[in-house]
């Protein structure tokens, strides 16, 4: 692996970008692919690249070994994921507990690696105790500690919007000034911050990365100038050129300015929500974790929207070949507290007794000679789940079946269960992955996702009792 500390001047850094396709990834492969040997990551395979110094990599962030693969001959990787589109038909878990276990599956990995320092692009957080931030920001700082968990040195960018082209919250904005001549304002909108441009943004990841400085260290980073959010729509509506008579009035709720923001700002409800949410916090940069390790000359909010508005030069993006989707796959995240620090090989040994026991009346469990776990209805000769233990990828803070077989089940090459202690082992995260039932789709929705949610829940409570 590489010394970042004594790297020749003609040698690059490898550096892995997890969100590659996203607004920031593309723009910092354009920007800096002749400055680093840049290892673009991907769900999906690439067919044609447009940038024949860049590699791209196909990663499943959700599975740790295709994570590890991925990550492989990295020196520093830069984490810019949040609140992945779903990537099965059915998905049951919020956000919060996805982004948390995909933070973690990407420690883990880094560390298997040996990366030595990861980035992580999140987002600012208001001088309030953890308990009072809103679901979104809350997540930001679990995802940040999570992947500062493990021996790669975290570097954790925090900011505010982040004003450029193509950049969705901006874009949000400007959908509000374009559509609306009269924007009667949520209160939210008189809660301050301050936007960075997204040249500024490059420029200080660019400087950070490799940097054994900012190792281990939380930096906010803002233009200086701080501005209201019904100032930046004013500003906005100038830079467009559209006269919009803008107010703020305080009869929003925060259901109606979901609303408001998702119709007129063409914003999809997955960003809409936990953006909104955030912005009745006062997100300006603390002069304590300020970014200090390089003098800028900060780019205005007027000449930010200017590029924003008028770029046509944009990143180029690889062709992707399509690949065939199993249909009718299912991916379910449960987080559950762990108050008395019990390992992920306790709890995994419990669910496997509870479950038989609290189901006494139909299910039997039974360990197989090879240690297979079966689950069999009282008057079954066959196993309605089928779950092998998978012993070299399991250990204390987590336990790996893969599902092997069993009547509700409809694909056995693939799929599996998992039981994963999480920040700091308060939690514990049980998820089922790329689990495809055999059971119609329809019947299958109404009744036996509907009840492994509902025994998730049960579980839950056991343990807590227990804790």
């Not at 390089?294 to 924003?308: G, L, N, R």
Request: with cysteine.
């Amino acid at each position: 692996m590489t010394d970042l500390n004594n790297l020749p001047d003609n040698q690059k850094l490898t550096v892995a970008i997890a969100g590659a396709g996203g607004y920031i990834g593309r723009w910092l492969i354009k920007e800096y692919k002749h400055k680093f040997n840049f290892v673009a990551l991907s769900r999906q395979k690439v067919d044609q690249n447009p940038y024949p110094e860049v590699e791209w990599r196909q990663v499943e962030l959700y599975s740790i070994t295709s994570t590890v693969e991925a990550l492989k001959g990295v020196d520093v990787a830069i984490y810019l994921v949040h609140s992945m589109n779903a990537s099965t038909r059915l998905n049951q878990g919020s956000f919060e507990d996805t982004d948390l276990l995909l933070a973690d599956n990407f420690s883990r990995a880094a560390q298997f690696n040996e990366v030595k320092q990861i980035i992580y692009l999140g987002g600012l957080l208001p001088d309030e105790p953890e308990e009072k931030l809103s679901r979104h920001l809350k997540s930001r700082l679990e995802v940040e500690k999570t992947l500062g968990s493990r021996k790669a040195k975290l570097t954790a960018l925090r900011a505010s919007i982040i004003v450029g082209p193509g950049g969705s919250s901006f874009d949000m904005i400007k959908n509000l000034v374009r559509r609306l001549p009269v924007l009667m304002c949520p209160k939210w909108t008189e809660s301050l911050t301050q936007p960075i441009s997204l040249k500024d943004t490059l420029t200080i990841i660019d400087s950070c990365i490799g940097n054994p400085n900012v190792y281990s260290k939380a930096i906010e980073i803002g233009n200086p100038e701080v501005m209201s959010y019904r100032n930046m729509l004013e500003r906005t509506a100038k830079s467009m050129g559209k006269k919009r008579l803008v107010f703020s009035v305080p009869v929003f709720s925060l259901g109606l300015s979901k609303l408001w923001v998702g119709i007129f700002g063409d914003s999809p409800p997955q960003l809409v929500s936990p953006l909104v949410e955030s912005l009745r916090h006062t997100l300006t940069v603390s002069p304590e974790l300020a970014f200090k390790e390089k003098e800028i000359d900060y780019q205005s909010f007027e000449k930010a929207c200017e590029v924003a508005l008028t770029e046509t030069d944009y990143p180029k993006m690889p062709t992707f070949l399509k690949t065939e989707v199993v249909k009718n796959t299912v991916r379910s995240i449960q987080r559950m507290p762990n108050t008395n620090r019990h390992s992920a090989l306790w709890v995994a040994n419990r669910y496997n007794i509870w479950l038989p026991n609290f189901f006494r009346f139909l299910i039997n469990g039974k360990v197989a000679p090879n240690g297979d776990l079966g689950f069999y209805l009282l008057w079954g000769q066959k196993p309605m789940l089928l779950l092998t233990m998978i012993p070299d990828r399991s250990d204390h803070e987590r336990q790996l079946f893969y599902i092997s077989g069993g009547w509700l089940v409809k694909r056995f090459d693939y799929g599996w269960l998992e039981f994963r202690e999480v920040l700091d082992s308060r939690y514990i995260i049980s998820a089922i992955h790329e689990f495809v039932p055999r059971l119609p789709w329809f019947v299958y929705v109404n009744t036996q996702a509907k009840l492994h949610l509902w025994v998730m829940n049960r579980f839950k409570k056991y343990l807590e009792k227990k804790g």
